[in-house]
């Protein structure tokens, strides 16, 4: 079972920026997949952005591209989403997940999530 813990969320206004961190135990981190994901009030989850187990790959919502960046620390077992040029419609709680298979899942470890709010 692998556990994950979201970081760094918080209040910005419309274009600044955050980081978020992600930190997964419970299985060796560097073979597991991660993504992001957020969930804006009203509306389902939708994917953000993932990354393969060794970094090399990544993928993006076509909303966020050129926006945000997925990284990752093998190292320190975490997972890091630099979010720049933030919009209000940015606004979701972020969740943080691991995939045993790959960057398009399934991903089946989750975290409890947390708020990032932008203000226009």
């Known amino acids: 079972q692998v556990q994950v813990v979201e970081s760094g969320g918080g209040s910005v206004q419309a274009g600044g920026s955050l980081r978020l961190s992600c930190a997964a135990s419970g299985r060796t981190f560097s073979r597991l997949a991660m993504g992001w994901f957020r969930q804006a009030p009203g509306k389902e989850r939708e994917f953000v952005t993932a990354?393969?187990?060794?970094?090399?790959?990544?993928r993006y919502a076509d909303s966020v591209k050129g926006r945000f960046t997925i990284s990752r620390d093998n190292a320190k077992n975490t997972v890091y989403l630099q979010m720049n040029s933030l919009k209000p419609e940015d606004t979701a709680v972020y969740y943080c997940?691991?995939?045993?298979?790959?960057?398009?899942?399934?991903?089946?470890?989750w975290g409890q999530g947390t708020q990032v709010t932008v203000s226009s």
């Open positions: 997940a691991a995939s045993a298979i790959d960057h398009y899942g399934p991903f089946n470890s």
């Open positions: 990354i393969t187990s060794s970094g090399g790959v990544t």
